[in-house]
């Protein structure tokens, strides 16, 4: 049910987030460390950076960035900027009676994609970056991990991420 | 994150749980009634038909029907036959490392595929037919459904469907 689209640009967002104090990333490495077709990632990329997830720098030494602290950024807004869920809020036939109150069947099919995005809103970048019952996310060696407190020492892992820093 | 196929083969098989004490219901039919391209439901029906919700008979007077209880029969069940959901069982980088226990990413992305499992194999099809808060399922009278009791009196609606008939 996940497109593609958005398995890619979790895999980006998480690689960057485990980069992060490691400046400005370019698109090729990112694609190589995702496993991602290049020109597929090089769309996505864009397309994140046009939101506030990713920032992005032209030239030399330039690449993407992740914009966001990965406490404040849920998988909710990685999947919505680049394929958002589409809730049904109208009757998909269009039926005057159904304007108002959809029918038993839309109602269920919305409510559990109602339950996904209730998931995927509580679900930091954070803990997908580590989680130490789970196997390094993109199969990276843990030494690559920026230490949390390099990254942003306001919100160490493991708090509640609600805070607003400093 | 519902495709179009499984909207539309929902549509026919509430449709024809509707309809089931009529016999059965000719694809050129369903296809109006339910708004669907008639040569994109004729594919789904075929689908749909190979599995056991669905019978089919050819001819005069033939068409396609119900073959399972509204009671008995999921919603799961029909996006099952038609467009599966893909639980995320494997790493979809083939990390080796990740072959037995997901990374934290994909192991969320995997319970919110297993929460929409859960809510839509407890919805059944006789949920579906009739809710009296809600508006009849594709815009049909109310006096188009037939009595539950003449379908299948041996599991009247709100009984829990787990009885096996008879």
């Given at each position: 049910?996940?497109?593609?689209?958005?398995?890619?640009a979790l895999?980006a967002v998480?690689?960057l987030a485990?980069?992060?104090?490691?400046?400005?990333?370019?698109?090729?490495?990112?694609?190589?460390?995702?496993?991602?077709?290049?020109?597929?990632?090089?769309?996505i990329l864009?397309d994140l950076a046009r939101t506030d997830i990713l920032s992005s720098?032209?030239?030399?030494?330039?690449?993407f960035q992740l914009a966001a602290s990965p406490?404040d950024l849920s998988i909710l807004d990685v999947v919505n900027a680049v394929?958002?869920?589409?809730?049904?809020?109208?009757?998909?036939?269009?039926?005057?009676?159904?304007?108002?109150?959809?029918?038993?069947?839309?109602?269920?099919?919305?409510?559990?994609?109602?339950?996904?995005?209730?998931?995927?809103?509580?679900?930091?970048i954070?803990?997908?970056?580590?989680?130490?019952?789970?196997?390094?996310?993109?199969?990276?060696?843990?030494?690559?991990?920026?230490?949390?407190?390099?990254?942003?020492?306001?919100?160490?892992?493991?708090?509640?991420?609600?805070?607003?820093?400093?």
């Amino acid at each position: 049910m996940f497109s593609q689209t958005v398995e890619y640009a979790l895999r980006a967002v998480v690689y960057l987030a485990r980069h992060q104090a490691t400046g400005p990333v370019d698109s090729q490495r990112i694609a190589e460390a995702t496993q991602v077709p290049a020109s597929y990632l090089a769309k996505i990329l864009q397309d994140l950076a046009r939101t506030d997830i990713l920032s992005s720098k032209r030239g030399v030494g330039g690449g993407f960035q992740l914009a966001a602290s990965p406490d404040d950024l849920s998988i909710l807004d990685v999947v919505n900027a680049v394929d958002p869920i589409r809730r049904i809020n109208q009757c998909p036939l269009s039926l005057p009676a159904h304007c108002e109150t959809l029918c038993p069947m839309h109602a269920r099919l919305d409510e559990s994609l109602g339950q996904v995005e209730k998931t995927l809103r509580r679900s930091t970048i954070r803990e997908m970056m580590f989680d130490p019952t789970r196997p390094t996310p993109l199969g990276e060696p843990e030494p690559s991990i920026p230490e949390a407190s390099a990254v942003d020492s306001r919100d160490p892992p493991g708090t509640d991420g609600d805070q607003q820093p400093g």
